[in-house]
């Protein structure tokens, strides 16, 4: 059963601004509620077969879990997600635009005043959909340029939820990489190291000793990070590897390979063409699965290790009406994105936007089973 939410739990004034708590309803029965508070997946209930709907998705139960909890729960993750290492980004010319830095020395998710942690306009409400605007300015996360973003949510009768967006770029060429963080547990409850996943990824992104790429591509074949066929979460936790042992866990980037899925994408009216599928999860016992689509032309794995079961972050919603103090692996985030660093790395294909250009993309999460 479903967590029953209280929307003015979610109704406070923030930074000078409201924020508030939409609910999404599809024909299908998918159910989404979204706060504007960092435009944040606060519950993905899917029907259960059974008359009700099960919650797929962690997060918390008011707006001050959010504000006290682990950061990037749900969030709309920008300017640049992932880390930018010791906080620099490299201009097209060459020379080095330092940025503030919010992990250890490097500039992670946005750095500290990114999307997560900002209040997005609402623009439109409908029983299906959500209208929200934020821009990213130079003076929140040192990055060149202004961008105009207009973030869509849409729930459809396939349960699939859409998030799209349009971006504005002004003033000066900048760069755009924004994921969703939300964490998913098909079972609703527990670990999710039971879980499947499949993505269709022959290369990764190793990591250097301070968590940040290389530089380089690398195989899948013979390590941990190879899903091309679907294999349990906890065949990668229990083999060891030097990569999964410096980012602490399974945590890395995968470049998807450019076959055509065999399956066929979601549509509808705000999504723009060229969605890839970026990953397949499922959970055995529940017989649910998700699709994950995208524009990206990767996704970063999170076996969520950073759940710990510290009561001050990890205590979200449970199964009922309880609570549910998250242990490592309860929840998993799939975050299709752009390369990892990308502006630091000559190798690293990356998309310079200039003023007057606008720049599309999704993230489409689709449910079946259950």
């Not at 340029?145 to 000066?172: F, I, K, P, Y």
């Not at 939300?182 to 990824?201: D, E, I, K, R, Y």
């Not at 899948?220 to 979460?233: E, H, L, S």
């Not at 076996?303 to 998250?326: I, M």
């Amino acid at each position: 059963m479903a967590f029953t939410l209280s929307r003015e739990a979610f109704q406070h004034a923030l930074h000078g601004q409201r924020t508030d708590l939409f609910t999404l309803r599809s024909p299908g029965g998918l159910q989404v509620a979204v706060s504007n508070y960092g435009a944040r997946l606060v519950q993905v209930a899917v029907p259960d077969g059974q008359g009700g709907l099960a919650d797929v998705a962690l997060g918390y139960d008011s707006l001050q879990g959010y504000l006290d909890g682990q950061l990037s729960m749900g969030a709309l993750i920008g300017r640049w997600a992932g880390r930018l290492r010791a906080g620099t980004l490299t201009l097209p010319d060459g020379s080095r635009q330092q940025l503030p830095t919010n992990s250890g020395p490097h500039h992670h998710h946005g750095g500290p005043r990114g999307s997560r942690f900002q209040v997005f306009a609402v623009e439109h409400v409908q029983a299906d959909a959500l209208s929200l605007s934020h821009t990213f300015r130079t003076e929140d996360d040192g990055v060149p340029g202004t961008v105009r973003l207009q973030l869509h949510l849409q729930v459809s009768a396939d349960n699939a939820l859409h998030m799209a967006w349009t971006a504005e770029v002004l003033h000066a060429p900048t760069v755009l990489n924004l994921t969703g963080h939300a964490f998913f547990n098909l079972a609703g409850q527990g670990s999710t190291h039971g879980h499947t996943l499949q993505v269709p990824a022959s290369r990764y992104v190793p990591l250097a000793a301070d968590v940040c790429p290389t530089g380089a591509l690398a195989a899948v074949q013979g390590t941990p990070f190879d899903f091309r066929q679907a294999r349990a979460v906890a065949d990668v936790i229990a083999t060891p590897h030097e990569q999964r042992a410096l980012a602490g866990g399974l945590d890395h980037y995968l470049v998807l390979d450019e076959h055509a899925a065999p399956l066929a994408p979601p549509s509808s009216s705000i999504t723009p063409p060229g969605l890839r599928l970026a990953a397949l999860l499922g959970e055995p016992v529940s017989g649910r699965a998700m699709e994950v689509w995208s524009t990206a032309p990767g996704v970063q794995v999170y076996a969520g290790h950073g759940l710990k079961a510290d009561p001050a972050r990890d205590l979200g919603r449970g199964a009922g009406q309880g609570g549910w103090l998250w242990q490592p692996g309860d929840g998993i985030c799939l975050e299709p994105m752009e390369y990892p660093d990308a502006p630091n790395h000559a190798g690293f294909p990356v998309r310079w936007w200039l003023p007057g250009e606008v720049v599309r993309g999704a993230i489409v999460y689709r449910f079946i089973g259950g």
